[in-house]
């Protein structure tokens, strides 16, 4: 094995994905631990990783990527009470991004939606219990639904060859799906969800596994079929997400924010007829603004390591704020990341101080987000 186990692993408790073993096979040096599951976050150098993802292919095991499935007659209902988006805009076969709200507006999950019938739903989670929560929501919901964890988990396929890659593997129909659409489908038997999505803000394609006894065969098929396109396995590139402007829940969303903290308000349907979690609370957050925002900054000076814990903004010897991820982009040649300031701090060109874990300081300045791509021309290319 390339990682001792005993370093991470207590007991049964903490769950293995269904390529946990391929994820051994092919040379995982790190985990860490995601919705209570063993999640592979390195193969290589992180930078060498990057440079892979955004020239070539990679391959990511994110059956971390837990599923909330909600069916039953009144699954579209329950499920459009969970979220400021209006799902009656989502089509069967099609995806949304979507924010889990409280009741004081607090965003306690930031999924992707799938739509998988008229009153079939999946929520591909980020690290927090949406399980429980939409669970007792529905005890008190006089509402006919089903809610659990299916067998489904997902791999991602990132990179500019991904299109290569899924072609040679599901053939003609994948190159048709649209950004945040999907197909049902099988290979070779393996019956499995391919959808248009990504964390990488490259192109890229999701293959849901519906059979979890099947994942070393999955897994072994798309890097055969890759092999032509130089694929590799790696972990979620947090260089390549950050530059995207994509956010990681639990660091730089929190259930302490709500949308407008952290600019999502563009998932807030304010025209949606009805009702959902949180919703009065949003509309007075609306109105009245919010204390504090989610910037982009450059921090000056040389290559940062990934930040471990939040640095400490300060302003004229005050901690304002926190800074939340930050990373060095080799390709931008800069230190990039986003922090929580007050809204006073926000305008372009603000400026204040950053505090390093070793005491070190360094200068930050607020700059448009994301970093690269504000279209998204290149994944929904």
Known sequence: MTFDMSLVQRGARLRRTPFFDATQRWGARAYTVYNHTLFPICFADLEEEYWHLVNHVTLWDV????QVEITGPDALEFTNRLTPRDLT????????????TADDGGIINDPVLLRLGENHFW??????????????????ADLDVTIGEPDVSPL?????????????????????????????????GIPVIVTRTGWSGEIGY??????????????ERIMEAGKPHGIRPTGPSDIRR??????????????????????????VDRRKTSDYMGRAALERV????????????????DVLPFNTTKWPVSLAGDTVGRITSAIWSPRLEKNLGYAMVPVA??????????????????????????????QKDIPKS
């Open 345 to 374: 701090c926000t305008a372009m060109g603000s400026r204040f101080t950053v505090t390093l874990d070793d005491g070190d300081t360094r200068s930050a300045t607020v700059v448009a987000k994301p970093f690269m791509d504000p």
């Open 89 to 100: 805009k989502c089509a069967v076969g099609q995806g949304k991004y979507v924010i889990i």
């Open 123 to 140: 929520l591909a989670l980020a690290d927090s219990d949406v399980l429980l929560w939409a669970r007792g929501l529905a005890a008190e």
């Open 63 to 66: 059956s971390v990527e837990r």
């Open 286 to 301: 609306a109105q009245a603004g919010v204390d504090r925002r989610l910037v982009g900054v450059e921090i000056d000076g």
């Open 242 to 267: 950050i530059e995207a402007g994509i956010l990681n829940w639990g660091a730089d969303i929190t259930l302490a924010d709500t949308p407008y903290h952290v600019g999502l308000e563009w998932l």
């Open 156 to 188: 991602q396929v990132q990179g500019p060859k991904a299109k290569d890659v899924v072609h040679a593997l599901f053939g003609d129909s994948v190159l048709d799906l649209k950004y945040y659409w999907f197909l049902e489908t099988s290979l070779d």
């Open 206 to 219: 999701e293959v849901y596994l519906r059979d979890g006894s099947r994942g070393d065969d999955l897994w």
